[in-house]
């Protein structure tokens, strides 16, 4: 066992020194364990890291970044990377927006450590290689303040410093237990699909960071039976059992009944494209080609407006033009979702209309409403912000993607302060657990706006690092 982890070490670690880990007879004796190796486990891990303690990343899979769907998803920001507001935005705006769209249901301290901090780490995010688009967009975050990456990706980007800063990542070992064995938690049990177990000390602590449940459709049934039915657009690893065993270790939850949905395309969602990204962008119609709700409705209100539309089909709809300004990669996954049956482009409306079996007219008559609300800068039938009446869908040819609702993620978790310790049932910090990413539930509320799950997660995970171990 022993030989095998040095080995393992030989080869992940580059740069870093390897002296302050100590390998006993199945126990590896670090400063802090991390659980889980997404994007809030990378951004824990790469600040204690840089603090200079030697960290261990425990992740159940055989690679990082879980959600990778997300690599390059958007990041919600008060402030550009060069600093400047987005659009006149602001920390207490940002922090206002959430803190309401999420039925003022978030703890407004842990709230507002990640959005005070949001701006300094999208920077810092720019200083280990990311770059952004410099114009935010409006994608379901009440303004225009989401992100996106031009080419690297997060993940890649946290684990390439990961590794360059000596963090040690234990691949395909399971976190199946937590324990004190000092004054505070500072014990993790691991094991491997075959049951072999391992410990691991972390001496200052661990910081969970293992994500949500929004893959596990039973206890999506246990805490929100309404969404049962639903399919999931998560990777399987979200799965909460790092969440249930931190409360049987004394550990608080709340919120667990609130889930996220999003609009995917049927079955495997991946690379069959969407066209909502930008609320200013498209418009959602039902099968008699009408629009049903407002495109920058809070996610709640666009899921339940989904569930009224029954098993009808939904397509989200837009021009070329939109097309043309999303990111290369969504382009490509919209040709590919022809393939798959799920996108459609028609030459003008009617063409389009006709491949959705809708009768032509209707569509037509639907987008030249629309249009017309644009230009008048008011939408009369759903009330869709005039911040939002940008652009008329006018530039054929038009695009369709037949969308379902899927659970996005779970929104209810771990209680936590604001430096990211864990609360017990009396509110008081668990010593030496810290939480941070989407197995976190009290910092969003019962909606989270858009751009706000990466930057949240990464934000957090950040200032997690940074507090464990400091007194
Ligand atoms: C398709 C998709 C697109 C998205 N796009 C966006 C976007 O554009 N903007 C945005 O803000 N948000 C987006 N999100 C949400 C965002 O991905 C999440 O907020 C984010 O993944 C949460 O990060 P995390 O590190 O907390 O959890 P995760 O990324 O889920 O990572 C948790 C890790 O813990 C590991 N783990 C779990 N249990 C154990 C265990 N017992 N032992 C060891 N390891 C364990 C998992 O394998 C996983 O690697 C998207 C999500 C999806 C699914």
């Keep these: ?84 507001p987005s659009f006149g935005d602001s920390v207490e705006n940002h922090f206002r927006q959430s803190y309401d769209s999420g039925g003022r249901l978030a703890d407004p301290a842990v709230l507002q450590a990640f959005v005070s901090r949001a701006p300094e780490t999208l920077a810092w995010l720019g200083n280990l290689g990311m770059s952004f688009d410099k114009t935010a967009i409006n994608s379901n975050s009440l303004w225009r303040r989401c992100y996106q990456p031009l080419q690297n990706g997060y993940v890649e980007t946290l684990y390439r410093e990961a590794i360059r800063l000596g963090v040690y990542f234990v691949f395909n070992e399971k976190v199946i237990d937590i324990q004190r064995t000092s004054n505070r938690m500072d014990v993790v049990i691991t094991s491997t699909d075959r049951g072999n177990k391992k410990e691991y000390k972390g001496r200052y602590g661990i910081i969970l960071c293992a994500g949500g449940f929004g893959a596990n459709l039973s206890l999506i049934k246990r805490f929100s039976p309404k969404y049962e039915q639903l399919e999931s657009d998560n990777e399987q690893g979200s799965s909460g059992e790092v969440l249930l065993l931190a409360k049987e270790k004394g550990a608080a939850l709340c919120g667990l009944d609130r889930i996220l949905c999003l609009p995917r395309p049927p079955g495997n969602f991946k690379s069959q494209g969407y066209l909502h ?37 939904v397509y989200e709809l837009a021009d070329d ?23 459609f482009k028609g030459k003008n409306l009617a063409d389009l209309a006709s491949k959705l079996s809708i009768p032509p007219d209707l569509l037509v008559d639907t987008v030249e409403r629309y249009n017309s609300f644009v230009e008048n800068k008011k939408d009369l039938d759903f009330g869709k912000s005039s911040l939002n009446l940008l652009h008329k869908i006018a530039h054929g040819p038009f695009w369709a993607v037949r969308v379902n609702m899927k659970i996005h993620e779970s929104l209810g978790g771990l209680v936590i302060d604001e430096r990211c310790r864990v609360l017990d049932e009396a509110n008081h910090p668990i010593l030496g657990l810290y939480g941070a990413g989407s197995i976190v539930g009290n910092v969003h509320g019962n909606n989270r ?4 799950g990466l930057s949240s997660s990464i934000t957090l995970g950040r200032l997690a690092g940074q507090e464990v171990g400091r007194i």
């Design 449 to 452: 706006l858009g751009g706000n």
């Design 1 to 84: 066992m022993i030989r095998r982890t040095l080995i393992g070490m030989a080869t992940l670690v580059v740069g870093g020194s390897v002296g302050a880990f100590w390998f006993k007879s199945k126990e590896t004796v670090s400063d802090v364990i991390v659980v889980g190796g997404g994007y809030a486990g990378l951004a824990a891990a790469v600040s204690a890291a840089k603090k200079g303690l030697k960290v261990v990343v425990i992740e159940k899979r055989a690679r990082v970044g879980l959600n990778t769907h997300s690599d390059r998803g958007l990041f919600a920001s008060s402030k550009s990377p060069s600093g400047e």
């Design 277 to 313: 990204l930008n609320v200013s962008r498209f418009i959602f119609i039902n099968s008699q080609g009408k629009r049903f709700v407002s495109e920058d409705a809070l996610r709640p209100a666009i899921t339940e407006a989904f569930f009224r539309e029954g098993n009808n089909p």
């Design 321 to 343: 033009l939109a097309v043309k300004n999303y990111q290369l990669d969504i382009q490509k996954d919209l040709w590919r979702g022809i393939e798959h049956g799920t996108v």
